[in-house]
Nanobody, 126 residues
Framework: QVQLVESGGGLAQAGGSLRLSCAASGRTFGSVAMGWFRQVTGKEREFVAAISSGGGSTYYADSVKGRLTISRDNAKNMLYLQMNSLKPEDTAIYYC???????????????????WGQGTQVTVSS
């Protein structure tokens, strides 16, 4: 049904920048909210940012607010995460996800999302 593919991860220095991309399949991309999550080995997957279907509303974890910016281009079925002022604590595998329609709808909980990409590694050196 829905396929998500992340790209843009890699190595960066502290204070540097990266731009992650997520390509989505299907014809209904513009009707669903999207989110970014990240996970470090040994820890739970955590919320990073989310954006409403039309892009009018955004949500951020306190740890990334002011440094990371989520955006989307519905005409291209693309989701982005601009990462500035990177810190070593940002090192993780980053996943994009599609938010499910109906039922539980909290933006900050991973249970609200039904489709996930394979992830892209981000490593920030100090």
């Amino acid at each position: 049904q829905v396929q998500l593919v992340e790209s843009g991860g890699g190595l960066a220095q502290a204070g540097g920048s990266l731009r992650l991309s997520c390509a989505a399949s299907g014809r209904t991309f513009g009707s669903v909210a999207m989110g970014w999550f990240r996970q470090v080995t040994g820890k739970e997957r955590e919320f990073v940012a989310a954006i409403s279907s039309g892009g009018g509303s955004t949500y951020y974890a306190d740890s990334v607010k002011g440094r990371l910016t989520i955006s989307r281009d519905n005409a291209k079925n693309m989701l982005y995460l601009q990462m500035n002022s990177l810190k070593p604590e940002d090192t993780a595998i980053y996943y994009c996800a599609s938010k499910r329609l109906g039922g539980y709808s909290g933006y900050y909980n991973l249970l609200s999302y039904d489709y996930w990409g394979q992830g892209t590694q981000v490593t920030v050196s100090s």
